[in-house]
């Protein structure tokens, strides 16, 4: 699914030349569920902004599902993001206006899926995250945990290849944090393929394997409890 082969980044701030990312190698295949674990300024974010085709690496080879992407046009960018990668933030970006099914019909809606398969599609995808009684509700009356239900319906409505999730239960209290936490287990379990982007070693825990990113380089890696 994610071929990574010395993959490097870099800002420049000022005078002065910044490594976001130093050749960093890694693979992740399908079915995965793995943890990109690091402190602030340690280039995870800048990893994520390459795995989710919002930004290209200065050097290095990434390919999704087998296609050098750094190669695509812009246009071709944002194609591949709205059919092949489903985002879930920590702020769960949902349009006030809007109630959650229709939040949840949004990508449906920028690829041209006609109205009655994009509603169809988009209740059957609340009802699976447990929100089936909370279809018309508009953000402002749907608690934390779930708004990020209703983020994570939206970036499953569109059949993603890969769910990228950055910092999902950042702004959740423990016990609705262990909550969303179960539903990607319970999303993992359903061959879903998950990149989870935090900083907590106890989130990063519940992936099969993590990759501890320091300093732009990858200095560790955990699969199952175990260290490799």
Do not use: W
Request: charged share 25%.
């Amino acid at each position: 699914m994610i071929y990574m082969q010395d993959i490097s980044k870099c800002y420049q701030m000022g005078s002065e030349k910044v490594h976001a990312l130093n050749q960093v190698s890694f693979n992740i295949e399908d079915g995965e569920y793995v943890a990109i674990i690091g402190p602030s300024g340690s280039g995870k974010s800048t990893l994520m902004n390459i795995i989710g085709c919002l930004d290209i690496q200065d050097s290095g080879t990434y390919k999704l599902a087998g296609e050098d992407v750094s190669r695509y046009s812009s246009r071709k960018l944002a194609k591949l993001r709205s059919t092949h990668i489903g985002f879930i933030f920590q702020g769960f970006n949902l349009l006030g206006k809007l109630n959650a099914l229709e939040n949840v019909e949004l990508p449906l809606i920028y690829q041209g899926v006609s109205r009655k398969l994009r509603r169809q599609r988009a209740e059957q995808v609340l009802e699976s995250v447990g929100l089936a009684d909370r279809m018309k509700h508009r953000p402002s009356e749907l608690s934390g945990g779930q708004q990020q239900r209703v983020a994570i319906a939206r970036a499953l409505v569109s059949n993603p290849r890969l769910i990228l999730a950055d910092e999902p239960t950042g702004n959740l209290d423990t016990t609705t944090g262990n909550e969303i936490m179960d539903l990607f287990a319970k999303l993992h379990a359903q061959n879903n393929t998950i990149v989870l982007i935090t900083h907590d070693q106890g989130i990063a825990k519940r992936a099969e394997r993590s990759l501890q990113i320091v300093d732009g380089k990858i200095q560790h890696e955990t699969y199952n409890g175990r260290d490799d």
